[in-house]
């Protein structure tokens, strides 16, 4: 039959409640006529291809008769701002129920990249779904790809959003630009979290899980009645481990997480009006994970890596299975091999990696019943975040001589041995409000409004032994008094050096232990620090239509005015120099710019055909906009401003009911229109801006690439084979072309190469000299965009008499080879990668207890997740992030009955 949309009474009593039974995802469920359950997915991308094979267990009714049949359930999403039948929305989505999220396991970005189409996470690049990135999404504060909501709410966060997805309703990521209904920065997708909400009924949950790699996790969640119409919840959890990623060196293992949140909500209800209050604290002092090493560097030249592995011997530990290229002084690889293709995700420092992580979320979700067909919903966020990490900087265990703390242990060398820090900080506060009908007719509409304010901060800072003289340590009003000045101040107006504050460019007397944000770090002066500022506001409105011609046609149609206002704040950048054996510090800052502005009028509209009860065809026109930002401090006045986005994508897509109801079906195919990419790297500016002086022909900054082609076709199903047996998966393949445009491209071995002729300041003679060119990059494919990804899920599940019911669960992955950058240079292709999990379920007779075993990445192949020719860490050429190796461990769920 075909699945209509649930008034808001249905929909209440699709909902379960806690102590009624659990429909399990671990086989076919027969149900009796009378009996219906909804399992609400996902976010708006709609349900082509991803939804599909993710709600894979889910099975939905034919005809109701007075036998028990097998059905697929339907699945409830709210791609749209309402709740409506998955196989009814013209979009591409994925969606993840709570039953989902357990079944496969799922606690963090990995699982949730193996399972959806077109997705990729990176350091790098951010979130990027189908090829379309975010480059400098921190120090430079341009906007995401993808947009990120926490239960309605948007967020630039990446840390705290749902710790390891428990008490999880569910997860939902859609694809192609979400711009009309999810606004802010989502023109290549979004992903939504959404968790459960308080029940007038009592229930509770406990989960414990361990594994081989020493890590522990305990949640806890726990809710009912206070009153006839308030209610409430409460969740928890503490997670920590020794360290997945292996460290041979003196120091911890890191990605050692130490991690508590702690989440109470309340709901009060009555019959028209219902709101939600929710605060989470999450907080986090354990160990990051850390890019590793991909590369043999120059173990003979001084002047490489700063000197970190000059006549250093031993092994750099993630390449020791791999024969891999050499890089030199230039970081250019001297070969031609590709990246490792067998890595290890394992490394060797002396320094300890630390966390300091912490963020507080608010979120306020009221519903009023205007009248039987009107609702108005009230959408508040505030968020609070504060993250500081640090990490080895020289990626070695080298550790001072028993004899000078400046020469290396194991050579007569000058020691490097630094660590760098990262603060992040951001302040943001939302509303939107939402007036939604619910009418008999064939028209309903949603209208609204949004508005959006944050504040981001993020810095760099170096501190250790061996970039700088032997006064790392050393306080300056020691070192000044040594020399007969009475204090580093004194010092410096005898020096003539100008210290007034306010100045653009002034000379300072640093203190050790502390930076111009107030983080600590051990008792070094940080000789390199870099802060930079920035502050958004965004408006937005926007309205959604659809018009039901008859049983088989609906059109539906919708536009979104959006303005954009950023300031970007003060730079800071501080130096420490020697002068006069005084540790004297100078900073320059730049003058905050004025407010910039942009706006843009985007839409999507949709035809939907369902030429049978179980069967939609759809086609979808949308466009997609992310607003420009400011370049800090442009090598060329012409540059200040980065453009804007456009995407205008082009869908076709099919979903449905199949073979009796036993195959759930969804494909789809797109074209997107791609304006204005916006590219960060080194690249020839317009002729006439560089001065004569210029040493090189190029500038470093963030650019637009206009005529840009994306374009893909996605497909997921399940299948289930009989009561016992499911097959279930997904395949997409995608493909670009990059408009008219010229790079430098990193750890380019075989780039062209160059003369160039200027004017030596110091000589004002003209020198000629051999650079490396840019290459045309001309309908390259854009980076982190795999050709081909799939994943393949056998279920086979069997009823244990009196002892409940047994799962075995297998999962297969694959991604495919991908580009590091729009060179697409054969020599740093990244490598295709899979992962293989196996998980065994049980679950009691009278389900309040579940207990899984599972075995993650099998094979323990490691692959390589990103790859960065030329690191964030400037003496470290080609560094990569890795998955996961593998993991063996048990998890056991409590769910006591009321």
């Not at 995802?25 to 027969?30: A, G």
């Not at 034919?62 to 709210?78: G, N, R, Y």
């Not at 990729?120 to 909501?149: C, K, P």
């Not at 040594?482 to 004194?490: K, M, W």
């Amino acid at each position: 039959m075909r699945f209509s949309s649930p008034n808001p009474t249905q929909r209440r009593k699709l909902r379960r409640r806690a102590g009624e039974p659990r429909t399990s995802f671990l086989r076919p469920h027969r149900w009796v006529r009378g009996n219906v359950m909804s399992i609400r997915p996902f976010d708006r991308v709609a349900a082509a291809l991803t939804a599909i094979l993710i709600a894979s267990p889910c099975l939905a009714a034919d005809e109701a008769t007075d036998e028990e049949e097998p059905f697929i359930e339907e699945i409830i999403v709210t791609a749209e701002k309402r709740e409506e039948n998955i196989l009814e929305v013209p979009l591409t989505m994925s969606a993840f129920s709570e039953q989902m999220i357990e079944e496969t396991g799922m606690t963090n970005n990995a699982d949730l990249e193996q399972l959806v189409p077109g997705l990729q996470f990176g350091d790098d690049h951010g979130t990027s779904i189908r090829g379309i990135i975010s480059q400098l999404r921190w120090e430079g504060h341009t906007d995401l790809a993808v947009a990120v909501y926490v239960n309605g709410v948007y967020t630039v966060d990446a840390y705290g959003i749902a710790p390891n997805l428990f008490d999880m309703d569910r997860v939902e990521v859609a694809r192609g630009p979400q711009g009309t209904m999810n606004g802010r920065n989502s023109i290549a997708g979004s992903i939504s979290y959404f968790h459960k909400k308080p029940t007038d009924e009592w229930d509770a949950e406990i989960l414990t899980e361990f594994t081989d790699q020493f890590t522990q996790r305990y949640n806890v969640a726990w809710g009912g009645p206070i009153s006839d119409n308030l209610s409430f919840r409460i969740s928890g959890g503490y997670f920590e481990g020794d360290g997945a990623q292996k460290n041979h060196g003196p120091a911890r293992d890191y990605d050692a997480p130490d991690q508590y949140s702690i989440a109470p909500q309340l709901r009060l209800k009555t019959d028209r009006f219902e709101a939600n209050l929710r605060y989470e604290r999450t907080e986090d002092t354990g160990a990051p994970s850390v890019q590793v090493s991909l590369a043999e560097p120059d173990r003979t030249d001084p002047d490489f890596a700063e000197g970190a592995f000059y006549q250093y011997d031993k092994p750099i530990r993630s390449i020791t299975n791999c024969n891999v290229a050499p890089v030199g002084a230039d970081h250019r690889v001297t070969g031609v091999e590709a990246p490792c293709d067998d890595p290890k995700n394992e490394i060797a420092t002396n320094l300890d990696g630390r966390l300091d992580n912490e963020t507080d979320r608010f979120t306020l979700r009221a519903d009023f019943d205007l009248t039987d067909t009107l609702t108005l919903r009230y959408i508040y966020g505030d968020t609070r975040t504060r993250m500081f990490q640090t990490r080895d900087f020289d990626h070695t265990d080298r550790v001072p001589s028993a004899t000078d703390p400046l020469i290396a242990a194991d050579a007569p060398v000058k020691l490097l041995d630094v660590e760098f820090d990262f603060p992040f900080e951001n302040d943001e506060t939302s509303h939107e409000l939402l007036l939604t009908s619910n009418y008999d007719g064939p028209f309903n509409f949603v209208a609204g409004a949004f508005s959006y304010e944050n504040r981001t901060l993020f810095g760099v800072g170096v501190y250790g032994v061996g970039q700088q003289p032997p006064y790392t340590d050393t306080d300056p009003d020691v070192a000044a008094q040594a020399i007969g000045f009475e204090s580093c101040e004194q010092a410096l107006g005898v020096f003539g050096l100008p210290s007034d504050p306010t100045e653009r460019e002034h000379f300072f007397c640093p203190r050790p232990g502390i930076d111009p944000i107030g983080n600590t770090f051990p008792g070094f002066h940080k000789f390199f620090t870099f802060l930079t500022e920035a502050t958004q506001d965004t408006f937005a409105y926007f309205a959604n239509a659809e018009y039901e011609i008859n049983d088989q046609w609906r059109v539906s149609g919708g536009l979104r005015y959006t303005e954009d206002e950023k300031v970007l704040g003060q730079s800071i950048f501080e130096f420490i120099l020697s002068i006069a054996g005084i540790p004297i510090g100078i900073r320059g800052q730049n003058t905050p710019l004025d407010k910039f502005p942009w706006d843009k009028t985007i839409g999507h509209i949709s035809v939907e055909y369902s030429p049978l009860d179980n069967a939609l065809i759809y086609g979808r026109i949308s466009t997609g906009y992310r607003s420009g930002s400011l370049n800090t401090e442009p090598e060329v006045p012409l540059l200040a401003i980065i453009g804007e986005e456009t995407l205008v994508n082009y869908e076709l897509g099919v979903k449905g009911l199949f073979a009796d109801d036993r195959l759930l079906l969804m494909a789809g195919v797109f074209y997107n229109d791609y304006e204005g990419y916006q590219f960060t790297g080194t690249f020839e500016p317009p002729p006439g801006v560089l001065p004569i002086t210029a040493e090189e022909p190029y500038v470093g900054s963030t650019a637009n690439i206009d005529d840009t082609q994306i374009w893909g076709a996605e497909a997921e199903a399940t299948f289930f084979v009989d009561d016992n047996w499911r097959i279930s998966g997904f395949y997409n393949y995608l493909d670009s072309e990059i408009g008219p445009f010229g790079a430098i491209i990193p750890g380019d071995a075989q780039g062209p190469m160059r003369e160039w002729t200027y004017q030596d300041l110091n000589t004002l003679e003209m020198v000629t000299v051999t650079l490396p060119d840019q290459r045309d990059v001309t309908g390259n494919q854009l980076p982190q965009q795999p050709h081909h990804k799939l994943s393949f899920q056998v279920s086979y599940t069997m009823p244990l008499p009196e002892m409940g019911s047994l799962q075995l669960l297998s999962i297969y992955s694959y991604t495919g080879p991908r580009w590091p950058s729009l060179g697409n240079v054969p020599s740093l292709e990244i490598p295709g990668y899979s992962r293989w999990d196996l998980r065994a379920n049980w679950t009691s007779d009278d389900e309040q207890w579940a207990v899984s075993g599972f075995v993650q990445n099998v094979l323990d192949k490691i692959g390589l997740q990103e790859f960065l020719p030329r690191s964030t860490n400037g003496s470290q050429p080609m560094m990569g992030r890795l998955t996961d190796p593998r993991q063996i461990g048990v998890q056991i769920r409590w769910r006591p009955q009321f």
